[in-house]
């Protein structure tokens, strides 16, 4: 009887086949790709809006066909009352926001620091917070009128709590051992402000700060639209007034879009500035 042996190379026999590498796709390729799905949704929900119009689904005298609005969007863009409006609600809308940042920062210190201040104040911020802006239209009428001081007024109270809700949270986020660390190395306000305070914080300053810039043009063109100030609201409702129902969509897209654009901004300027922090690496990586 003959007997066949196989000799097998113990390296292949026991070295394990290695784990297939997961593809990583490049930044740019998957920010196109969400841009085309964004758009195809955006250019299939007009397609929707225009069908619905044009086959009588939806009432010809309240709401014209998605291409008239286009068209008349389009229009506005070459006119300076145009953007003079859309200047006087971004202008008063950033203002409000450098404000806000302004106050924002030493109460969160204050607050994140300070156990005796924090006792005494959380009644008053928590009574504040839920008060909407709307509600204080005719205080500031009786202040300043229909002014762009009105205007500010509101955006700073209904802007102001997201922004210092973050940066208080992130003044508790700052690691304890680390700090009194640096202060037993003597490193120095600038140092430990800087190497280690700031990067704690920084996060849920942009997050915060993203957040209040989007309450900041909702309250800056309601306030426009009811309180009779300058700017893109109170366009929106003399365009309303007059029965120019597409330019008062153009206007009404306007203003969503200098939202939207004022949230990419700060988007954008998250990624130089937390290029370190772990969540930015995890989108990178998708």
């Known amino acids: 009887m003959t007997t066949n042996t196989t000799v097998l190379d113990s390296g292949a026999a026991l070295r394990p086949s290695p784990p297939q590498a997961r593809r990583r796709r490049h930044p740019a390729a998957t920010s196109a790709g969400r841009f085309v799905l964004g758009a195809g949704t955006v250019v299939l929900a007009l397609a929707f809006w225009e069908v619905l119009s044009r086959t009588g689904a939806l009432p010809p005298d309240a709401i014209p ?22 200047w006087a609600t971004l202008s008063v ?5 450098v404000l806000i940042i302004v106050i ?19 009644f008053l911020v928590e009574f504040l917070k ?58 120095g306000w600038w140092l430990t402000t800087s190497r280690l305070v700031a990067p704690s914080i920084l996060p849920f300053a942009l997050t915060g700060l993203r957040i209040s810039a989007a309450i900041a043009i909702i309250v800056a063109v309601v306030t426009e ?21 597409t330019q008062m969509y153009a206007l009404i897209l306007a203003a969503g879009l200098l939202g939207l654009g004022l949230n990419a901004a700060f988007r954008a300027a998250e990624k130089p500035l937390l290029f370190w922090h772990p969540s930015m690496r995890e989108e990178a990586s998708r």
Do not use: C, H
Not at 65 to 82: D, I, K
Not at 93 to 97: D, E, K, N, Q
């Open 104 to 122: 924002a920062t030493p109460l969160a210190l204050l607050i994140g620091l300070v156990k005796p201040f924090a006792e005494s104040t959380w």
């Open 225 to 245: 639209m009811i309180g009779g100030a300058t700017g893109l609201g109170q366009g929106i409702v003399v365009a309303q007034s007059a029965g120019a129902l």
């Open 65 to 86: 066909p998605a291409s008239a609005v286009l068209a008349e969007f389009a229009a506005q863009l070459f006119l300076p009352a145009f953007w003079a409006s859309l």
């Open 130 to 187: 839920p008060i909407p802006p709307v509600a204080l239209i005719p205080l500031g009428l009786l202040l300043w009128g229909p002014s762009p001081g009105m205007k500010l007024f509101l955006i700073v109270l209904g802007a102001l709590w997201p922004l210092l809700t973050q940066l208080v949270y992130g003044v508790k986020e700052v690691n304890g051992v680390a700090t009194d660390m640096a202060r037993s190395y003597r490193l």
């Open 93 to 97: 809308a950033l203002l409000g926001l």
